[in-house]
Structures are given as C-alpha cells and as structure tokens.
C-alpha cells in the first residue's frame, strides 16, 4: 500500500470541536464505543468460521485487552476479531459516510453538549477524540495476503495511512489522551467505567496496567493449565497433630496431606460475565443465582420478593428479569433501577420509552437487541416499535402477577404488603395494567384476611364462591344489584344504591370504629399507604358502581338501634353543643347504639376528609392538629342516647358543668378521628383535670 496522506471526508474542519463536546458529562462513554466496535469485530470473526469461509485456530480465545499507562498518558483497546484492510479502514474511517456535512456542522456548531451528535451519523470510534488528542489505528485483516495497517489522526481533518506492522489478526487503537482526560488511564478509573458499560458484553474483556509488576499466585499443581507460566514448584510435607486415641494414648494423626504447589504467574480475570442470568433459559436457573445476580447487580443485600423472567423471540427479541425488591412502607424510597442492555451492551438506566413508568419502582435488566437505536445507541428511534416493546413488559409482569393470584394465592398474599404500592401506582398510571390487574387487587380486612374485589363486593352469601371462581368486579357489583332489584316492586323503577366498601387508614387512630364494625358481623379493608387515596379515588372513577367510605365517615344503619324517636333528643342536643362549642356548622345527631359504652364518635363526610389529606399532602394543613373548625360542615358529631353521661347531659341541660362534658365528649370524638391540635390539646388537659376536681368536691 502506498503512504497515504488526506482529509476524511467532510466538508469542514469543525467537526472535531463538536465532537469534544458531544455529550460532555458522558465523554467516558468512548470506552464502551471501542469496546463494544471490538467484541463486534470478534463476533462477525466467529460467524465467518461458521459459515465456512475462515478457519479460526485451534487455541482461538476471543478477547478485548484494555491497556492503560498513566505514564505515558495512553490507552491501548486492542481485539482479536476480523481486522480492516487498507480499503476497509478507507471505507469506515475515512470516509465518514453521511450526507449534508456542511449542513450538519452548520445545525450543530452552536449547539448545547444534549445533541447527541455523533450517533446521528455513526461516529462511534470518534468518541475517541473526546478524550484523545491523537489517535493511531494499527490492524491486520484475516483476509489471506492483506497487509498491515497503520493509521493516525492528530484531531483534526486529515489523517494518515501507512503499512504497519501489526503481525496478529485484529485491531489495537492507541489513544493519545489530553490533560484534562488523563484520569481514564488511571487503571481504577478505567475499571470502573468499563464495569459500568461493558459488565455483560459477550466478549471476555481484560483490564491491565502497562510496565506493571508481575503478580503471583499458588495453584495445586493439579489444576494447572497450558497457559500458565509457573515460576517455582513447591512441595508442601503432610500436617500432622498429636492426639488422644480411644485408649487414652498417644499419637500423631494426619490432619492435611502433602501437596505438590505451583507458584504461577496470577492468571488474569476478565472484568465482565458474558453469559449473564438473562441469556440462560429460565428452566436453567435456580433460584440462588436469581438471587446472587441481584445482589451483583443492585448491591441489594435484602432479598427480592419474585422475580419474571422475560425470553421472548417473536415479534422481537427481547430478554430480561425483573426483580420486585421491597418496598413495603411508605417512608422507604420507592426508587428502582432498571437496566437497559442492547445485545448485552449498556445503555442506560431507566429509559422512559421502553420501561412504563410504573416499573420503574422495580429492579432489573432489559435486553433488546432489536431497540432501534442511533449508532452512538444514545437516543431511540421508531416511537411505535418502542412503544410495543413498552406493551409487552406491561403485559408479561400483568401476566404474573394474575398468574401468582390464581395458581399461588399464599405466595401471592405473603407478598401482597410489599408489592401492593407498586401495583396501585401501576393501576394510576397505565390503564391497560389496570384492567388486567383490577379483580386480583387484593385488600387485606381488619381480621387479616386477604380479599380480591369481587371477594369484597359480592353478598356474603356468595363471597365463598367468589374466592373459588373466576368471578369478577362486574359480576359481583351485577349480582348484588339483581338482588336488590328483585325485592322491589316490578313497577318501581329506582337506581341501584352504590356498593361500600369500608375501609380504615390507622388501626390505633380508628379502633373504637373497628370494635364497632366487628360487633355487628360488619367488615373493612386496611388501607395504609399514601398511595391508596389516589388508588382508590382512581377505581370509583373507572366504576360508579361501588364507593368506598371510610370506616369514621358515617355510622351505618348496622350500629343503631331504630326503634327508638330521638327527634326532640337531637333538637335539644344540637343547640346545646353548637353554644358550647361556639361552632354553629357543626352537626349534632343523637342516635341509640347498640354499644352503650361509647358516648360519641365523630364522623367526617368521605368527600371532606379526602379533601383535609390532600391538604396535607401538599403542605397546606402541616402535620397533623389541623383546625376542626376547617371543614365543619362536613364533620358530625353523633352522640350516643343509651350512654349515661349523654343521658345525663340531656336531663341537666341547664347544669353549670354542661358546656364543660360537652367540650370534653367532642374532643374524646376528636381523638379517635385524628390528633389534636396543640392548643386543642392543651386545653383538653386541663379541663380533664377539671372534671377529676369536681369527684372531689
């Protein structure tokens, strides 16, 4: 080949400046574009010896050495696949095949460092000149006869090209690192940025330091291997132990036979696994390497609950595995990592397009070869193939998840306090898991039962055949409605009541109104996440056909007695405890419960106290001990006529220490509906001991 001297192939000498900018906060992302460019190098090799058309050596054992000298400020990638010939290094280096240069330096000249310019037109190996202020390429072909190549370029638009004198099959790049990128031949350095994108690359990668001192190890001879370079033999004489026999003699035992040793040369350990857990078929892993791949991975060292495995070939290929750590408590950070790989090449974690948002709480590894990627495989294309891909992850964790409900309904309940916040925001946040999701919610009833829905809404008669059949919201909510229609008459024509479901979100805060609801056979689910007043506003939404109502927003019809004429009561009362109270929006009800031990709740209306935790939510009511006065209209005070004191109150209306029980009787109420406020409560105790004054006097 004759000596070459040119300009590659553009229209303008500003592509390198831009170049040094692309994605400036990545520029250690040249790592993974030459790394990557070698194992594919190594990959189209090996399908050529399949095909026929090369024969690879007997020894043949791919592999990327990376070569760091921080002394003479380089990096060397070197590979062992097909190499380039004269007119190959002229066609992919030189000659940078993309229309409209001078159109592209014009669109990206000013442009901010986000452009992703390079893989917009398959500039992968001049990520290089991010780093490097000259670079060499020296390569062999395995083509029969081709001569060695050397190449060099000093960044900027011309390059030249030499015979070389590289005598091995493959290509090593040698990077001429500028100061401000000298930490990338730090070798610590350069084994954690190829650790972070090329952990799982399918080509054994090795990471060395140049001039470095030889390290040893010992091997048992036995296992030595051809390649090894043994420095020295050593014999190791047997241990023995002086001991007590059965007859209380004694002698010497053999506790370690002799052993023949080689010091060797340490043997060099690749930094990456090429056959990581997702490529193996699932029937092939146990659950310990399930379980050893994530604690690798996400440094996790509490146990996933489950996991999926993804394996699909058709329509696209796509494998995976999916982890859902737990995340059980609202205080814990519900942040997930998941990995996206492109034929085991890093991406990125947590892409938006191809991971749904909602999966992002989980943890775990996608890998799709066919992701229509820029070549710098920075930024997607095909919004609609992406968008499938998105789809069928949705799918596949629906599909288990409904699967574990039906099959392994233990497993599944054991697991439901951990995954429920992850599948209620699922529910929020893509319709079409909801639907698949909607009758396998499970929600767990203050007796510690685990109830799907259509358990829950079904009339208690048929709720054990519910549980065993493939019964659905729907049809639950349809058959209690048919119940209803049917006792009425023929000809009336009246809209089918909502079905309620209770339920409660502090089983402290709310005990009195659980102690209330079991007397009577009555039953309400556990809803204690942040998440669930959104989950839950979400399901009335989708169906008008159930509520559900906290357990304290009203007294059911089950707990009073009504037999009884309380209207004068109740007129009396009212007047009575708005004066005392100074609070006129307050609504009094004086109802004969069945438990005469309670002498007032308070009940705030569902639609209120949604509103008093959104308000909290954002801040606007602080923690706790808001002002009751806030949203009286919707709260009622509900006082009990079979209990003494009310009884009493209601005999001495006119008593001095009246508007003093009724205080104390609210705020009791009070109590069990949420804290006080710290005024409130300081008043609170001081009138309690008041009335403990008063037994002495």
Request: with cysteine; charged share 30%.
């Amino acid at each position: 080949m004759e000596n070459k001297h040119g300009n590659l192939s553009i229209d303008s000498d500003n592509l390198f400046p831009i170049i040094k900018k692309w994605l400036y906060s990545d520029h250690d992302i040249f790592y993974r574009e030459l790394v990557s460019n070698g194992c594919d190098a190594i990959t189209k090799l090996k399908k050529l010896d399949m095909m026929g058309e090369y024969t690879l050596p007997a020894d043949y054992k791919p592999k990327i050495q990376i070569i760091v000298n921080p002394e003479e400020k380089t990096i060397k990638v070197i590979d062992n696949g097909l190499g380039m010939t004269a007119d190959e290094v002229e066609e992919y280096i030189n000659q940078i095949a993309f229309s409209g240069a001078t159109d592209f330096i014009e669109k990206y000249k000013d442009k901010s460092t986000d452009d992703q310019i390079i893989g917009h037109f398959g500039l992968g190996f001049y990520s290089a000149f991010m780093v490097a202020d000259t670079v060499t390429i020296d390569t062999l072909s395995y083509q029969d006869g081709a001569t060695p190549v050397h190449w060099s370029c000093d960044g900027g638009t011309e390059f030249d090209m030499v015979d070389g004198d590289k005598d091995e099959i493959g290509t090593e790049i040698t990077l001429y690192l500028n100061e401000d990128c000298l930490e990338f031949a730090n070798e610590y350095r350069a084994r954690e940025v190829v650790e972070k994108y090329c952990s799982f690359m399918p080509t054994e990668i090795y990471l060395s330091k140049a001039n470095a001192p030889e390290e040893y190890e010992t091997i048992d001879k036995a296992d030595r291997r051809e390649t090894d370079t043994v420095i020295e033999e050593i014999h190791e004489e047997a241990k023995t132990e002086e001991k007590e026999n059965e007859n209380g003699e004694k002698e010497v035992v053999e506790i370690s036979p002799a052993k023949d040793k080689l010091k060797i040369v340490k043997r060099p350990v690749p930094l990456n696994d090429t056959q990581p857990l997702w490529t193996k078929n699932p029937n092939d892993c146990t659950d310990e390497e399930y379980k050893e791949f994530y604690r690798k991975v996400f440094l996790d060292y509490r146990e996933p609950l489950f996991w999926i495995h993804l394996n699909m070939d058709y329509p696209f290929n796509l494998k995976g595995i999916l982890y859902f750590p737990r995340i059980n408590t609202e205080y814990d950070s519900i942040e997930g990592t998941i990995k996206l790989y492109n034929n085991q090449v890093f991406i990125a974690d947590n892409i938006k397009e191809v991971i749904p948002e909602f999966l992002m709480l989980l943890k775990g590894v996608i890998d799709c070869p066919d992701l229509p990627l820029n070549v710098s495989r920075s930024a997607l294309q095909n919004d609609g193939f992406v968008k499938k891909i998105s789809e069928y992850i949705t799918k596949k964790v629906a599909d288990k998840l409904t699967g574990m409900c039906k099959t392994e309904k233990e497993s599944y309940e054991k697991y439901w306090d951990d995954i429920s916040p992850f599948i209620k925001f699922g529910c929020l946040k893509d319709e079409k898991f909801c639907d698949k999701m909607n009758d396998y919610i499970l929600f767990k009833d203050i007796n510690g039962k685990y109830q799907t829905l259509p358990e829950l809404l079904a009339p208690a008669e048929e709720a054990a055949e519910g549980s065993e059949g493939e019964t659905t919201v729907e049809d639950s909510v349809e058959a209690a409605e048919e119940k209803d229609t049917a006792a009425e008459s023929d000809s009336e024509e009246k809209e089918p009541e909502k079905k309620t479901v209770y339920y409660v979100t502090d089983e402290n805060q709310q005990g009195q109104y659980i102690s209330l609801f079991k007397e009577q056979g009555m039953n309400a689910v556990i809803l204690n996440h942040n998440i669930d007043t959104s989950f839950i506003s979400q399901l009335e939404q989708r169906n008008e056909r159930y509520q559900f109502m906290r357990i304290d927003a009203d007294m059911n019809e089950s707990l009073k007695d009504e037999s009884a004429d309380l209207t004068e009561a109740t007129a009396t009362l009212s007047e009575l405890f708005r004066s005392a109270l100074n609070n006129e929006k307050l609504t009094v009800k004086v109802e004969a419960l069945k438990n005469e031990e309670i002498a007032s709740i308070l009940t705030l209306s569902e639609h209120g106290r949604r509103m008093q935790d959104m308000m909290k939510m954002y801040s606007m009511g602080g923690m706790g001990g808001m002002d009751p006065n806030m949203f009286a209209a919707d709260q009622t005070l509900t006082l009990n006529a079979n209990h003494a004191l009310v009884k009493y109150i209601l005999e001495h209306k006119d008593s001095e220490h009246v508007p003093m029980f009724a205080e104390q009787l609210y705020d009791l109420a009070l109590i069990s509906n949420q804290p006080l406020s710290p005024e409130a409560m300081g008043k609170f105790v001081k009138r309690s001991s008041d009335l403990m004054m008063l037994l002495t006097k």
